[in-house]
């Protein structure tokens, strides 16, 4: 069969005789009629075998025969599932569509969207889109999609998967209900042709070749290797294995691993670079475009490389990391021996990668090869060595057997020499682990609710706020002793009643003990008449103690005029018992506010 025998128009036949098609592939002969006819259709195809120009084809060819809904509208939508992909579907159509007047543009993320808005505004014909940037430019306004003609999901199974199932539902929301659905793929598992039966209407549905099979001309291996030595293994096999590594796809799990690789073949002198989701869009198109031209020699990848990336003349595939989904592993191999070419597909296998293998082997119902005698065949892998935890001091490592028998035939007389010496007098447990009792603090002078932190006092530089400004302190004179001979002041009490708390600082320093108690019950008053009342108890001391006979008083340091004072009137007045309260009550001057 030939491309003329599928009705398709001239100009898309000029166009696939230039790109080099002279017949059809088996699921572009079994796809064509029925798109052509209008039908939907479901169509499952391994990896390879022109699905894109299986449904590019025929769209040019309706789009063409038929005029628009209405003027300006986008008249067909592909969605996919990678800026990769959507791009090489983008060159397709120009490719297949330079002798028509259909108009195309390419949207994704990761880009500025300015370009593609200006692209939309000029009008276009057919939108190859990622369902992200899709919806956002829906959401605000620049794209309608009610005068809709054909709506096509590539690469079916990753759309719908759960990671593109939402997307793909607003998508289909804004739809019109009469156009003609296309789903190609090649994988299609049961639960995914479930999912798609809610979208098509009475589809054709076309398998040329069983579920998920590989290309029989792709060369098969298996090296079982540990983890750590997968990056030993990779550059040894990169430069010595037969057929000649011209070049190479490495797919990695994940993308700090496929940096980490791509590190470690550039130390090895192989030119490579790594493509994943993380890398910008324009780092991935310059990494792709480096690869195909051959100044890169190998390309590490993610999963977003192995759906559709067409690359001519791949000749090797290597599966650093097999991967969880054993359908993954077809995308990953058909990168290779594509358009009847010959490939090679290399697999490393981890002890803890047999799962995913038996997988893998279990879908495509045939073992893979193994090869063994390679260098690091049974080899284990390097172990790291531990850094200590910071903070934490190391363990120390077990004893071996032969040294602990020497070790115990050194300590043997140590031990014994122990056992003969007298034990010493244990201490009661209870006095081991008694704390030293802490020294009391002597009580604080001012115990009343003023003597809290951020209360008010007498003292100035206290009330004022934090960030008030400290003024500049006047310099003190010096304070000397009175001459020999100079006059003794008059023991009169009036300098301290004339300022009480300045008396509470000074008793402590004399000891006054039995007038410190009386100022202290007066300051539990209320602080209004505290004042009045500590004046009036230092009023009744004096008058209590005047009777009693004298008594020496140890010499004091001069540190203030209060404290002078109060030494002075001490020469007079000695220190005496604590009077009670009521016989102190009773010497208080007539008309003395009391509480209590």
């Known amino acids: 069969m030939t491309f003329n025998e599928l009705n398709l128009s001239a100009p898309v036949l000029r166009a ?82 330079k002798y028509l007047t259909l108009r195309s543009t390419v949207i994704f993320g990761g880009v500025g969207q300015a370009p593609q808005v200006e692209a939309l505004k000029k009008g276009v014909d057919i939108l190859i889109a990622c369902p992200g940037r899709l919806n ?38 804004k739809l019109p209900a009469q156009r003609q659905n296309l789903m190609f793929s090649a994988t299609m598992p049961a639960e995914i042709e479930q999912l798609a039966a809610g979208i098509l209407h009475d589809p054709a549905f076309v398998k040329v070749d069983p579920v998920s099979s590989t290309v029989d001309r792709i060369q098969q291996s298996l090296y079982y290797v540990e983890k750590g030595n997968k990056k030993l293994l990779l550059p040894w096999l990169i430069k010595n294995l037969q057929p000649p590594v011209v070049n190479a796809l490495v797919f990695s799990r994940t993308k700090h691993g496929a940096d980490k690789i791509a590190k470690d073949l550039t130390k090895q002198g192989i030119p490579a670079a790594a493509i994943h989701g993380n890398k910008s869009q324009t780092a991935r198109v310059t990494a792709l475009e480096d690869f195909k031209s051959g100044k890169t020699r190998v390309l590490v990848a993610t999963d977003i490389a192995a759906r559709g990336i067409d690359i001519s003349e791949l000749s090797h595939v290597f599966n650093y990391d097999l991967p969880e989904v054993p359908e993954t592993y077809v995308h990953r191999i058909g990168r290779t021996a594509r358009a009847g070419a010959d490939g090679t597909a290399v697999s490393f296998c981890a002890p803890e990668e047999q799962e995913y293998l038996a997988g893998i082997e279990k879908l495509n119902r045939r073992k893979i090869p193994v090869v063994s005698g390679h260098p690091w065949d049974g080899v284990p892998a390097p172990v790291r060595p531990v850094l200590p935890v910071r903070g934490k001091k190391p363990r120390p490592e077990a004893e071996k057997p032969a040294e602990a028998p020497k070790k115990q035939a050194e300590t043997a007389p140590a031990k014994a020499a122990k056992t003969a010496a007298p034990a010493p007098k244990q201490e009661p447990k209870a006095a081991k682990n008694a704390v030293p009792a802490k020294p009391k603090k002597e009580e604080t002078l001012m115990q009343d609710s003023n003597a809290k932190r951020g209360a008010r006092n007498d003292r100035r530089a206290n009330n004022r706020g934090a960030n008030a400004p400290k003024e500049a302190a006047a310099p003190r004179a010096p304070r000397m002793p009175p001459p020999p001979g100079a006059a003794t002041p008059s023991p009169s009490l009036t300098p301290i009643l004339s300022a009480p708390r300045r008396l509470l600082r000074c008793a402590r320093h004399a000891r006054l003990l039995p007038l410190r108690q009386h100022l202290l019950s007066a300051a539990h008053r209320s602080p209004r008449i505290i004042r009045t009342q500590a004046a009036a108890a230092a009023a009744a001391m004096t008058a209590a103690s005047s009777a009693l006979p004298r008594a020496t008083t140890p010499a004091l340091p001069v540190t203030s005029a209060a404290a002078q004072a109060a030494r002075t009137a001490l020469a007079a007045h000695p220190v005496l018992p604590r009077p009670s309260l009521p016989a102190a009550a009773a010497m208080l001057p007539p008309g003395t506010r009391t509480r209590g």
């Open 136 to 173: 956002d430019l829906i959401g605000q306004g620049f794209i309608d999609l009610s005068a809709l003609e054909i709506f096509v999901l590539d690469e079916a199974d990753r759309m719908l998967d759960m990671g593109f199932v939402h997307d793909v539902k607003k998508v289909i929301a």
């Open 16 to 97: 696939v005789a230039q790109a080099g098609y002279e017949s059809p592939s088996p699921i572009q002969a079994a796809a064509i009629p029925p798109v052509l006819a209008g039908r939907d259709l479901m169509g499952c195809a391994q990896t390879g075998t022109g699905k894109t120009a299986a449904f590019a084809l025929p769209m040019l060819d309706r789009l063409t025969a038929s005029a628009p809904r209405k003027k300006g509208a986008i008249r067909a939508l592909i969605l996919t599932p990678t800026r990769e992909l959507a791009l090489q579907i983008g060159e397709s159509f120009e490719a297949y569509g």
